[in-house]
């Protein structure tokens, strides 16, 4: 008696007698034949799991960034991709919830949003230092606001910023003579 196995297609085959001993699930079952596909498929180059990437690390995820401008060492889609690549959202256009705007050269209206708005704003150099370091150290070169001020010198509506610096040493004042 001939042994036959239906596959799935509706096609039949004959079956060794190896192949009957256990079921389709059973790890008694003999699969010395998927191996030999497996090998014959690494020899022809089929990649048998995803490779490690050299992706950089998420630090941008979650945020909306907005680049605007002309940048000199980045194009917008390479500005983009490495935006994208980090996690962020590199969006057409300025909202409160953008966390920073990159302006390059002409940056028109997004800039003067970004201004009105008090986002954060980044110019090339702080560009590449959100890039490299992340956003809390390219918050410590961002400037916000119509003035321009450094991004670390604002302090939250009602607070009063922290000096920058030294205190000041008290100076003893002589006292006038009677």
Known sequence: MVLVRRHVSGACRPVCPEETTGSARSPGRNVDWHASIVDRW???GVRMEDEATDRPEQTLAGLSIVVTGGLINYNRDEAKAGLLERGAKAAASVSSK???VVVGDNPGSKYDKAISLKVPIL???GFRILLEQ??????????VGPEGLPLV???PPGEQSEPVGEPATPIALDEPAE
Not at 134 to 143: H, S, Y
Request: proline letters at 5%.
């Open 123 to 125: 110019d090339e150099d």
């Open 42 to 44: 690494k020899a022809a």
């Open 134 to 143: 992340g956003p809390d150290a390219a918050r410590a070169v961002a400037k």
């Open 98 to 100: 953008t966390a920073f």
């Open 153 to 155: 010198d604002q302090a």
